[in-house]
């Protein structure tokens, strides 16, 4: 079981790696730098960055843009069996997403403390009245998906600081 368990964090981080290089384009573009990939069965089916100010659509977080690509992709609105890596704790809106997609699993890097739906505001999946259940990791790379976070509201700020 232990074994199992050091190959699936080695999976975690992997995925979480590309997530990560999602979520640093993002940055590139100005937006909150969150990414996020689906996988079902060792393969990114969708994948996405933060695109709210871009797409000047407040729904466009990393976890919906990589839904409805896979959604898209796989001709289904339900994606079972598969696996969200994103950058940050989804807030309610992508929580609310994933149960009706009927995702197996979320692995996350971050807390969200202010809007995080999954542990740091709520517990979100644990409610009785949910008719899925979806299974929750945190904190994979957690230092590097804060990192990127910090520096990149720290250089806004510096920006916004400056004459």
């Known amino acids: 079981m232990k074994i199992l368990r050091v190959i699936d964090r080695s999976r ?46 407040p729904s466009a977080h990393a976890e919906m843009v990589a839904i409805r690509a896979a959604a898209q992709a796989q001709q289904n609105y ?30 996350y890097g971050t807390p969200e403390p202010r809007a995080g739906a999954v542990l740091s ?14 299974q929750v990791e945190g904190g994979v790379l957690m230092d590097a998906c804060g990192n990127l976070l910090r520096e990149f509201f720290a250089e806004r700020r510096g920006k916004a600081a400056r004459p």
């Open 121 to 134: 505001q709520g517990r979100f999946f644990e409610q009785p009245w949910l008719n899925h259940r979806v």
């Open 12 to 57: 975690d981080e992997h995925f979480m790696h590309e997530a990560l290089q999602l979520a640093r384009q993002g940055a590139q573009l100005g937006e909150v730098p969150v990414g996020a990939v689906l996988v079902r069965d060792g393969e990114v089916i969708g994948s996405g960055f933060n695109q709210p100010i871009s797409s000047h659509d």
């Open 78 to 107: 339900r994606l079972p069996g598969t696996t969200l890596y994103v950058t940050l704790e989804p807030c309610s809106m992508c929580a609310g997403l994933i149960v009706h997609s009927r995702i197996e699993r979320v692995v």
